[in-house]
């Protein structure tokens, strides 16, 4: 497995020496900037690749580019409106633009309005580090009484509204602002938040687009880019609902391993694959992780690990963050599929076989409680977790070196 390491460009309070000194081995980065639906230009990746490739002090830092997280999808793309076969054509553009300089590895979502949604950035645990959290009765509420969604109550069993109602009756002013700022965190890399007009906008242009219709949608994403893509050697990548549930009664189509296998199929080609969340697909207990590697390895072309542990067993649930290798998502037996995966494409002579993972958040602790970046991508929370996945591939690959010179 190849580790890497987010980072969100010069302005990330976590820098390239920082990234090299936890011991990851290449960048996964996008330009933030640019806006969704608009070409990456060969010049704004040559300089990101630039500033990969250096320390602060001009040296070399020896990483480079290996992801490209995200290239967003546009919301016309997803919707079919206004300007999206030009978007396509941008994107196909933008696609070209990173094969010439060998970032051939493109992760992506198909998530609409929201990314991925948390109503607490900075939920406290019994340690005095920090993580992020979803609560769904907080989200109710939100829902219900604040954005005053119409036929949000049809969207909550009995329990969640009456919790939710006597939740937002004992709610301050700074909770409600927290729950809206939370929600509202935007995509991740931009400085913008979305405003609750602005979200409820954004509702009402998805009204008439059902879950049916958005995988329509997705099948003509695909049927457009995955030539392009395979073409140039480029690998996508859809990146799961983050939680993997419908949210505000926006239609999600990557929650299962379903959603994977029918996109999957959608479009038969090497270049049409999937980044596995483990962390968004881990809360729902339905996902058994490690079997969706064993069943659908072939077509992983990148991996961020995460744990979650989940209230309930019922979808939707509250969750919060948890350590890398703790929560309800068996990281040993996860981990080892992934290696497994690996030693296969490697008998096969696949080129691909080291597969890209990186450490997907993780809890605000010592120095990141001061530091305050981006919300869920701390330094030294990241740091250990990206530690201890290193010890554990490390036995798992020890344990299979054992097993084959016996
Ligand atoms: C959250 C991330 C996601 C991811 C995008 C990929 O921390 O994992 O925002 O980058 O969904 O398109």
């Known amino acids: 497995m ?9 302005l ?19 330009l933030h900037h640019v806006l969704p639906g608009a070409v990456w230009s060969a010049d704004e990746i040559r300089k990101r690749k630039m500033e990969i490739s250096k320390r602060m002090d001009g040296s070399p830092s020896g990483l480079s580019w290996e992801v490209a997280e995200s290239l967003p999808v546009s919301e016309a793309i997803k919707k079919q409106a206004g300007d999206w076969r ?7 553009l933008s696609m070209k633009n990173l094969a010439d300089q060998n970032i051939e590895i493109i992760c992506y979502n198909f998530m609409p309005v929201l990314d991925w949604t948390r109503t607490d950035l900075k939920w406290r645990m019994p340690h005095g580090g920090t993580t992020m959290r979803f609560d769904l009765v907080d989200f109710a509420a939100f829902d219900i009484h604040i954005l005053q969604r119409r036929g949000a109550d049809h969207d909550y069993s009995p329990e969640i509204l009456d919790s939710a109602a006597e939740r937002y009756r004992e709610m301050s002013e700074g909770k ?8 509202a965190c935007g995509l991740p890399g931009s400085r913008d938040s979305l405003a609750l007009e602005d979200i409820r906008r954004h509702l009402d242009e998805y009204k008439e687009i059902t879950p049916e219709k958005l995988r329509r949608h997705f099948k003509d994403f695909l049927d457009e880019v995955i030539p392009a893509a ?13 939680p993997p549930f419908s949210l505000l009664g926006l239609p999600r ?77 068996d990281m040993v037996a996860l981990t080892k599929a992934i290696l497994l995966e690996e030693k296969s494409r490697r008998r096969y002579g696949r080129k691909d076989w080291n597969i890209p993972i990186r450490p997907d958040h993780g809890m605000d602790i010592l120095d990141d409680l001061k530091r305050s970046g981006q919300p869920g991508y701390p330094s030294i929370g990241r ?24």
């Open 230 to 242: 395979e073409k140039i050697g480029v690998r996508l990548c859809c990146h799961p609902d983050d």
């Open 12 to 30: 990330d309070r976590t820098s390239i020496d920082d990234i090299l000194q936890a011991g990851a081995e290449g960048i996964v980065s996008a």
């Open 383 to 406: 740091l250990k977790g990206l530690a201890e996945l290193r010890g554990l591939i490390k036995a798992l690959s020890y344990e299979e070196k054992v097993k084959e010179s016996i």
């Open 253 to 329: 189509i990557m929650s299962t391993e379903e959603d994977y296998r029918n996109i999957v199929k959608a479009v038969d080609s090497s270049a049409n694959g999937i980044a596995m969340c483990s962390g968004s697909l881990g809360a729902r207990p339905d996902n058994d992780l490690p079997g969706m590697v064993e069943r659908l390895g072939h077509c992983l072309h990148f991996v961020h690990l995460r744990n979650v542990k989940k209230e309930t067993s019922v979808v939707p649930t509250s969750f919060h963050e948890a350590e890398h290798l703790d929560g309800d998502t």
């Open 2 to 10: 190849k580790q890497t390491w987010r980072w969100f460009g010069p």
């Open 176 to 183: 409600k602002r927290n729950i809206l700022d939370s929600v």
């Open 86 to 92: 030009q978007h396509i054509e941008n994107y196909k």
